[in-house]
């Protein structure tokens, strides 16, 4: 294992302590318990935001803390959840009066620790909501969930439910904002290597050179099935066509499309994905109407990508377009 680290177990602390003094202008680092927070929390009358899971997703979550997006994020250790305490604090950190939001990825330990944590905070007297982002086409089930899994579609909820929240928007009218993100996305990704966590030193799975493995998860959890390398036209419309027919999107939807990298992808490949991809919706008469291409929700080092459309309205783009200030998402300020 090659990595440039000190020692595992330190990672997590010492990266957040030098993604916050990269950016102190937006974020401050409150070490115990552990989380990252907006600078200028609590921001009185305004729907604070908070989310959070393992770590290893980077820029997701601590790098879209910032003005239109996360109020705070709660980073546990590299694939485990963040604890009650963690989400308690952040939530108490970031309660300007009008409630919380909790944005929450479809994985057991994840789910069980925000609910704990809200139940906590509700008996604060603080207001709590939550949205379960469950976009995952490929697996109903698996390794760290019951349903299906939460991914790319995190990424669109926290932007657009943070540009409501930052407009002046109730809590009840966030939450319906991130539901109906929620409701309307699909994703799917592949891999083409492992990753390795640090504390185990190897990768997650064995793969050949020859061989994929299509509908993985963030985690290096197993995907829907492993087959040959094939060319990367033959795996996007493979891709793309899952996503289109589980919603099912139709023609003349208009979609806001994500092509992500799970960290070892390099964006040559990634811009290709994103080509063979809007040629398929142009084929299905979807039209991609705004797009991000990069990485955006990781897997540490592995190889591969993933792609979620999401159908958008009037109302969903101009939360999309609204002004956004954080470390790993920034536009029209």
Not at 10 to 33: F, K, M, Q
Not at 156 to 181: F, H, N, P, Q
Not at 188 to 196: E, V, Y
Not at 288 to 299: A, E, H, K, M, P
Request: charged share 20%.
């Amino acid at each position: 294992m090659k990595k440039l680290i000190n020692r595992p177990e330190n990672i997590v602390a010492e990266s957040l302590a030098g993604l916050v003094e990269a950016h102190s202008d937006l974020l401050r680092l409150c070490a115990d318990p552990l989380f990252v927070v907006r600078r200028d929390a609590p921001v009185v009358g305004k729907v604070g935001i908070v989310s959070g899971g393992g770590s290893g997703h980077e820029p997701l979550h601590v790098g879209y803390v910032g003005r239109g997006m996360l109020d705070a994020a709660c980073p546990g250790d590299v694939f485990t959840s963040p604890n009650p305490d963690q989400i308690q604090a952040a939530t108490k950190a970031v309660d300007g009066g009008a409630g919380v939001l909790h944005i929450i990825k479809n994985y057991a330990g994840d789910v069980m620790n925000f609910e704990m944590a809200a139940e906590l905070c509700q008996a604060e007297g603080i207001q709590v909501e939550a949205v379960l982002i469950d976009d995952d086409v490929a697996v109903k089930d698996s390794l760290y969930t019951a349903g299906r899994r939460g991914v790319g579609a995190t990424v669109l909820a926290e932007k657009i439910c943070g540009a409501a929240s930052e407009r002046g928007d109730s809590l009840s009218t966030v939450a319906a904002i991130g539901k109906k993100v929620n409701q309307q996305a699909r994703s799917i990704g592949i891999a083409l290597t492992s990753c390795t966590v640090p504390a185990a030193g190897k990768p997650t799975f064995d793969i050949s050179d020859q061989e994929m493995e299509f509908g993985i998860g963030i985690h290096g959890e197993p995907g829907r099935s492993r087959m040959e390398v094939k060319p990367a036209g033959e795996v996007v419309r493979m891709m793309t066509e899952e996503v289109l027919r589980d919603l099912p999107f139709q023609a003349g939807d208009s979609v806001i499309a994500l092509i992500n990298g799970m960290g070892g992808t390099p964006l040559i490949e990634l811009y290709l994905v994103f080509s063979e991809m809007a040629e398929v919706c142009r084929r299905e008469k979807v039209q991609v109407v705004r797009r991000l291409v990069g990485n955006y929700i990781t897997s540490l080092d592995m190889a591969g990508c993933s792609i979620t459309l999401l159908r958008a309205d009037d109302e969903l783009l101009a939360l999309w377009d609204a002004p956004v200030l954080t470390p790993g998402l920034r536009w029209g300020l």
